[in-house]
């Protein structure tokens, strides 16, 4: 079973820049897909970005797609989330989530491991 450890949230003014890790431990990294969800106050849990297991397929919600780009480097089991030009309606507490899946999945309801998560927070 492996285990997520997110890092990299904090807060950062609007047009900002913040980069997210997410570390695995416990499983065979390249064995997962990995994704990016965010939830903000009051709001469910969506989609922002995820990647296949070699990197080679990436995917972006509307609403991230050309700010965001996510990244592995499955020599060091870790996912990244690049995040620019970021806006107040960014704020939200990120997860990063795995799964074993062939294809890539876009519903949080198909990832069974997740980390703790990481506040980012942009002002106006």
């Known amino acids: 079973q492996v285990q997520l450890v997110e890092s990299g949230g904090g807060l950062v003014q609007a047009g900002g820049s913040l980069s997210l890790s997410c570390v695995a431990s416990g499983g065979i990294f390249t064995d997962y897909n990995m994704g990016w969800f965010r939830q903000a106050p009051g709001k469910e849990r969506e989609f922002a970005a995820a990647?296949?297991?070699?990197?080679?397929?990436?995917k972006y919600a509307d609403s991230v797609k050309g700010r965001f780009t996510i990244s592995r480097d499955n020599a060091k089991n870790t996912v990244y989330l690049q995040m620019n030009s970021l806006k107040p309606e960014d704020t939200a507490v990120y997860y990063c989530?795995?799964?074993?899946?062939?294809?890539?999945?876009?519903?949080?309801?198909?990832?069974?491991?997740w980390g703790q998560g990481t506040q980012v927070i942009v002002s106006s």
């Open positions: 990647i296949n297991w070699s990197g080679g397929v990436r």
């Open positions: 989530a795995a799964v074993r899946m062939y294809y890539l999945s876009l519903t949080s309801s198909a990832y069974p491991y």
